[in-house]
T-cell receptor, first 113, second 114 residues
Framework: GENVEQHPSTLSVQEGDSAVIKCTYS??????FPWYKQELGKRPQLIID?????GEKKDQRIAVTLNKTAKHFSLHITETQPEDSAVYFC????????????FGKGTKLSVKP | GAGVSQTPSNKVTEKGKYVELRCDPI?????LYWYRQSLGQGPEFLIY????????DSGLPNDRFFAVRPEGSVSTLKIQRTERGDSAVYLC???FGTGADTQYFGPGTRLTVL
């Protein structure tokens, strides 16, 4: 089955710097890769996603890149702000037609003002 | 419109008791997912429904766990003979379809088994 590895587990940056979180997956049939942000005690919120027919996607300060050959994808946050502080999870679909997501263990991002 | 809702928000029970957790998906979403999240971990897949049927229940940890979605909307996750290790936040999500459709999460039910 699918396995998703996420690094780093914690990340501390200064406000205004960039943050990069990386994930690898094992199932070559996976075709959908969302990123979720979860604040303490809150539900996971989708911040960006990418499908396997695209190599890069950007939404304002957030971008995601996907390398299908190497089976890894990354989240890039530019011009970080204190409100970006949260736990970020990457995920991949289990197989091509399955809907269930396999999540990484999360990255706790701290943005220091 | 209304998002995914879950009730109760918190449930405290004693070891050995039976519990039911409810999920109301976004109206019109045909797919519904249950995940479990332990402290400091990512959500762990349990089961998902396409309409009324369980399309994949491979994540259910054992036969004490069961879920239903009789009318293709609301779903109930049922846990029999609860154990302390069942303590976690149980998250529900829904999506318009399956595969590469965005999943929207509910606020979760925090289950504590004493």
């Amino acid at each position: 089955g699918e396995n998703v590895e996420q690094h780093p587990s914690t990340l501390s940056v200064q406000e205004g710097d960039s943050a990069v979180i990386k994930c690898t997956y094992s199932d070559s049939a996976s075709n959908y890769f969302p990123w979720y942000k979860q604040e303490l005690g809150k539900r996971p919120q989708l911040i960006i996603d990418i499908r396997s027919n695209v190599g890069e996607k950007k939404d304002q300060r957030i971008a995601v890149t996907l390398n299908k050959t190497a089976k890894h994808f990354s989240l890039h946050i530019t011009e970080t702000q204190p409100e970006d502080s949260a736990v970020y999870f990457c995920a991949a679909t289990q197989g091509g037609s399955q809907g269930n997501l396999i999540f990484g263990k999360g990255t706790k991002l701290s943005v220091k003002p | 419109g209304a998002g995914v809702s879950q009730t109760p928000s918190n449930k405290v029970t004693e070891k050995g008791k039976y519990v039911e957790l409810r999920c109301d998906p976004i109206s019109g979403h045909t797919a519904l997912y249950w995940y479990r999240q332990s402290l400091g971990q990512g959500p762990e897949f349990l089961i998902y429904f396409q309409g009324t049927g369980a399309a994949d229940d491979s994540g259910l940890p054992n036969d004490r766990f069961f879920a239903v979605r009789p009318e293709g909307s609301v779903s109930t996750l049922k846990i029999q003979r609860t154990e302390r290790g069942d303590s976690a936040v149980y998250l529900c999500a829904s999506s318009f379809g399956t595969g590469a459709d965005t999943q929207y999460f509910g606020p979760g039910t925090r289950l504590t088994v004493l």
